[in-house]
Nanobody
Framework: QVQLVESGGGLVQAGGSLRLSCAAS??????MAWYRQAPGKQRELLAT???????TYADSVKGRFTISRDNSKNTVNLQMNSLKPEDTAVYYC?????????WGQGTQVTVSS
C-alpha cells in the first residue's frame, strides 16, 4: 500500500511563506513530486525530485518554491516563498511507483491579496 499525507497548508497573506510536508509510509520513491489544483483548473505539476536530489520546477514557481527530501525521515517538503493569490490551490504530494503517480489527499493553501 502507498500512503502520502500532506500537512502545512493554511491561510497566508500575499508575500508570505508556507512550508508543506509530505509523510510517505514505507519510504519515499526515487521520483517524488508536488502538484496543485486550483478550482476549475487542471492539476499542475510544480516540482519533482529524484533520489539523488536532482530537481525540476514549473516556470510559475521557479525561484519561489523549493522541493527537498529527507530519505531517513521518509519526508518530502515544499518551501513556498513570495506567495501570490494565484498560488491558491489544493497541493498534493505524489510518488511515482510502477510507472504511475500516487497522490495524497492534499492540503489547502489560500493566499489572500
Amino acid at each position: 500500500q502507498v500512503q502520502l499525507v500532506e500537512s502545512g497548508g493554511g491561510l497566508v497573506q500575499a508575500g508570505g511563506s508556507l512550508r508543506l510536508s509530505c509523510a510517505a509510509s514505507g519510504g519515499i520513491a526515487n521520483l517524488m513530486a508536488w502538484y496543485r489544483q486550483a478550482p476549475g483548473k487542471q492539476r499542475e505539476l510544480l516540482a519533482t525530485i529524484t533520489s539523488s536530489s536532482a530537481t525540476t520546477y514549473a516556470d510559475s514557481v521557479k525561484g519561489r518554491f523549493t522541493i527537498s527530501r529527507d530519505n531517513s525521515k521518509n519526508t518530502v517538503n515544499l518551501q513556498m516563498n513570495s506567495l501570490k493569490p494565484e498560488d491558491t490551490a489544493v497541493y498534493y504530494c505524489a510518488a511515482n511507483l510502477w510507472g504511475r503517480y500516487f497522490w495524497g489527499q492534499g492540503t489547502q493553501v489560500t493566499v489572500s491579496s
